[in-house]
């Protein structure tokens, strides 16, 4: 783990891997450091804003440090709520037949799959609302299309490396097309305007209409 200074009020934390990123923001969420006032995860870091008044980037690196070296078991427990976010989904997507051939599954195969899976939101980006989502299947995981489309619907379900996504509204994109959902993902009227935040369960689950979403608190 690194600790950079960023900012006059901000220290950004570098790690590994996606895994190490989720843990480490669930820790923080659960007992903050005195003086930090957002936290802001990434694929493999995590922004830390502090107040100045309150604290400093040594006394934060120190925090962060012994907090680091707690077993990860008691000290990085996973971020989020016991709120599962359930996404009804039909797999009707453009590139479902390739993801088929290139994984060497069949189209039902890769519906199961993605289906099966559980899977948490990472970090929020690219546009608002854009959630990603780890825990896709390994056999599904494929690099972005090398030549990306000019306007993906809202609503569209894809999958690109190791995550798994939504689009939350019309835009360019070069992830593998999988399905749709009429689930609303951004709404800047709404409060939160997303569903989708930080450290949110989700599941996948296969529908033949587009019924709205619900959720499993389980």
Known sequence: ??????????????????EQVQ????ALRAAPPAGVTELVPAARTVLVRYDPRTTDPQRLRTALTALAAQPRTAALPPAGTTETVRIPVRYDGPDLAEVA??????????VERHTAAHYRVAFCGFAPGFAYLTGLDPQLRLPRRTEPRTRVPAGTVAVADEYTGIYPSPSPGGWHLLGTTALTLWDPAADPPTRLRPGTAVRFVEAQEHPGADHDPR
């Open 1 to 18: 783990m690194r600790v950079l200074p960023c900012g006059s009020d901000a220290v950004l934390i570098e790690v590994d891997s996606a």
């Open 23 to 26: 843990h480490l923001h669930g």
């Open 101 to 110: 051939a290139r994984t060497g599954l069949t189209e039902r195969q890769v």
